[in-house]
């Protein structure tokens, strides 16, 4: 487990840049049999919002007990 929080969170948002990205291939190639493209809106933009507030919420947040 990574002591650092700011180091694991940035460690699951690139995670997640590339999963969305290898998933969104692998669909493009297996299910919907059409060519791959790499839109920035989709393709970055996206996966970064959603990899960002589900970090901040998982690693960031100070939790109060």
Known sequence: MIKN???AFGL???LCLIFWN???YLYSTF???SAF???AGSDLI???V???VVGYFA???ERKN
């Open 5 to 7: 929080k700011k180091a």
């Open 46 to 48: 996206l996966p970064l």
């Open 31 to 33: 299910i919907t049999k």
């Open 12 to 14: 699951f948002v690139v």
């Open 59 to 61: 690693f960031l947040r």
């Open 37 to 39: 493209q790499f839109a």
């Open 50 to 52: 959603v990899s960002i």
């Open 22 to 24: 290898i998933m969104d």
